[in-house]
């Protein structure tokens, strides 16, 4: 019994060797954002309890002046769709005709679509409706989660995941990275102190774009890894043999 113990003990010590600091990292951000957005539902729809949100908003109240307006304003516009949609459209572009990348530019399009029916599906089944008393305009739509945080994500993390992969410069990386991820902080903080979503709808928009990204990546990756095992090499023979011959 205690060497079966014993044995058992190891092969997780010798698999969790295995695992890369980043791997770890990326796990423990998963791990946190799957019991952060649990959290946030246990909150908001089974104990209804909204005191966070009030709480954030009566603190916000003392800092709205017309300039900070304007601030939110545009960081509010770098999530919304008019400038994603282009953004998403650019990358792909670069990705198929400057870099020529093929699964970067598979990767890019099925992130932001998949995102984007996953954020419509989710909104319509907690189906929470927005702030009562919006700052500036009323926004249309539900709540929960926040679709500009959890679009975000997936973009600028993205984004984030193709710097760290693909610039050498520690210097220049690391700080590209710190841009995108206060960007991210940024867009969903313009959503709560623009009163169209309670702080509880981005903290969960952040939880799920996280989630989703990290879900698509892993699988994306697999995908490209089996493409290159399997179908490079048959599509490759043809044309070897055609110049053998």
């Avoid at 009566?58 to 769709?81: C, I, W």
């Avoid at 679009?151 to 995941?161: A, D, H, N, R």
Wanted: proline share 3%.
């Amino acid at each position: 019994m205690f060497k079966r113990i014993s044995a058992r003990v190891k092969k997780f010590w010798a698999a969790l060797a295995l695992l890369s600091v980043e791997m770890i990292i990326v796990l423990g951000l998963f791990l946190g954002a799957l019991v952060l957005f649990v959290n946030m539902i246990r909150r908001v729809f089974f104990l209804h309890n909204n005191r966070f949100d009030g709480k954030v908003f009566a603190y916000l109240d003392k800092h709205v002046s017309p300039e900070n307006n304007q601030v939110m304003l545009f960081f509010t516009y770098l999530g919304r769709h008019e400038f994603l949609i282009p953004a998403n459209l650019l990358l792909i572009a670069y990705f198929l005709f400057i870099k020529k990348h093929k699964w970067y530019s598979i990767k890019v399009p099925a992130i932001a679509i998949s995102s984007l029916a996953l954020m419509f599906g989710l909104k319509n089944l907690f189906d929470r409706d927005r702030p009562l008393i919006p700052l500036l305009e009323e926004a249309r739509g539900l709540s929960f989660p926040s679709g500009h945080a959890l679009m975000s994500v997936t973009f600028y993390g993205l984004l984030i995941y193709i710097v760290f992969k693909g610039f050498k410069n520690k210097a220049f990386k690391w700080t590209l990275i710190s841009m995108l991820l206060l960007l991210i902080l940024t867009i969903g903080f313009s959503r709560i102190y623009l009163r169209v979503h309670y702080a509880s709808d981005v903290i969960a928009g952040f939880c799920v774009g996280l989630l989703w990204l990290v879900i698509c990546v892993w699988t994306l990756n697999k995908l490209e890894n089996y493409g290159k095992q399997k179908v490079n090499p048959i599509v490759q023979q043809p044309a070897v043999e055609e110049a053998r011959a």
